[in-house]
């Protein structure tokens, strides 16, 4: 049996223990993952527990993807390239080995027929998903990434983080409130909470406008994943563009995690109907 579970604060929206159960069921493991509720205060608390009780394996959400990194004996180039771990594997001699699978994710969701290469991305906000959408985007072969924002001050140390490890990528930051044109703009991605149940679920980052403006061949991609069908993916169908939901996104980053705790690729199909019943 797999003993692994999740670390955060608050988890009481989290379908993690659903998908992660349904995918390791399909290759043949039984699993205990248990929901550990876990705000940044008690994170060395909750190290020591895992570390003495038997764990493989864990994911990390917010708050604690970047203080996290602190307590690892190594990382994957994806977690150093973010900045940050969701995923981490326990060695029998207790040590945490680091990974940041939501990278892996969001850029599987990405359909193959979608070709980004020279073309520009606008990424709606600039914390941590922000960051794993500026490595996928850079691994599909964008040139120009363009950041939207309510606070440019805040943003600082994103921005500055991303130009320094993606110096081909020419990278700009602007207002929110003062979107310009995404005329030339192939992908937008919304990397902020807005639209999700229980946060703004009825409004969505940017205007109805700023879709009008969009070219027709672009995809709007939303890595809320609850609702599944949030606010701008429904804008944006309305308007015939094709859309990429976060619930593809985080059924990819679970297969990944399973991956690397298992050595086995599970069942997606099975992860997200598991995920849909769990929405329901």
């Given at each position: 049996m797999y003993k692994l579970g999740i670390i955060g604060y608050p988890l009481g929206h989290s379908i993690s223990a659903v998908i992660q159960k349904a995918g390791l069921n399909s290759i043949g493991e039984d699993v205990q993952y248990d929901v550990m509720e876990t705000p940044a205060e008690d994170l060395i608390d909750r190290i020591k527990y895992i570390k003495t009780n038997g764990y493989q394996g864990f994911n990390v959400t917010i708050p604690l993807k970047v203080p996290m990194s602190l307590f690892l004996t190594d990382i994957d180039d994806y977690a150093n390239i973010a900045g940050c771990v969701n995923t981490v594997k326990v060695t029998e001699n207790r040590e945490f080995y680091g990974y940041n699978t939501d990278i892996y994710g969001f850029k599987k969701a990405i359909p193959a027929d979608v070709d980004l290469k020279g073309k520009t991305a606008s990424i709606l906000g600039t914390g941590g998903a922000a960051r794993a959408a500026v490595v996928g985007l850079s691994e599909k072969g964008v040139k120009n990434i363009d950041f939207?924002?309510?606070?440019?001050?805040?943003?600082?140390?994103?921005?500055?983080?991303?130009?320094?490890?993606?110096?081909?990528?020419?990278?700009?930051?602007?207002?929110?409130?003062n979107m310009r044109s995404l005329a030339d703009t192939s992908i937008v991605v919304n990397a902020t909470p807005i639209g999700m149940k229980g946060y703004i679920a009825d409004q969505m980052a940017l205007e109805p406008r700023d879709l009008d403006g969009l070219n027709p061949s672009a995809v709007v991609y939303d890595i809320v994943y609850n609702p599944t069908k949030t606010i701008l993916l429904k804008e944006a169908e309305k308007r015939g563009f094709k859309t990429i939901g976060g619930l593809d996104m985080l059924i990819y980053q679970a297969e990944r995690a399973i991956e690397i705790w298992t050595g086995k690729t599970p069942d997606t199909k099975l992860m997200k109907i598991a995920a849909l019943e769990a929405l329901q």
């Amino acid at each position: 049996m797999y003993k692994l579970g999740i670390i955060g604060y608050p988890l009481g929206h989290s379908i993690s223990a659903v998908i992660q159960k349904a995918g390791l069921n399909s290759i043949g493991e039984d699993v205990q993952y248990d929901v550990m509720e876990t705000p940044a205060e008690d994170l060395i608390d909750r190290i020591k527990y895992i570390k003495t009780n038997g764990y493989q394996g864990f994911n990390v959400t917010i708050p604690l993807k970047v203080p996290m990194s602190l307590f690892l004996t190594d990382i994957d180039d994806y977690a150093n390239i973010a900045g940050c771990v969701n995923t981490v594997k326990v060695t029998e001699n207790r040590e945490f080995y680091g990974y940041n699978t939501d990278i892996y994710g969001f850029k599987k969701a990405i359909p193959a027929d979608v070709d980004l290469k020279g073309k520009t991305a606008s990424i709606l906000g600039t914390g941590g998903a922000a960051r794993a959408a500026v490595v996928g985007l850079s691994e599909k072969g964008v040139k120009n990434i363009d950041f939207y924002t309510r606070n440019i001050v805040n943003s600082h140390q994103t921005v500055n983080y991303v130009r320094t490890k993606f110096p081909d990528i020419e990278f700009n930051v602007y207002q929110i409130q003062n979107m310009r044109s995404l005329a030339d703009t192939s992908i937008v991605v919304n990397a902020t909470p807005i639209g999700m149940k229980g946060y703004i679920a009825d409004q969505m980052a940017l205007e109805p406008r700023d879709l009008d403006g969009l070219n027709p061949s672009a995809v709007v991609y939303d890595i809320v994943y609850n609702p599944t069908k949030t606010i701008l993916l429904k804008e944006a169908e309305k308007r015939g563009f094709k859309t990429i939901g976060g619930l593809d996104m985080l059924i990819y980053q679970a297969e990944r995690a399973i991956e690397i705790w298992t050595g086995k690729t599970p069942d997606t199909k099975l992860m997200k109907i598991a995920a849909l019943e769990a929405l329901q």
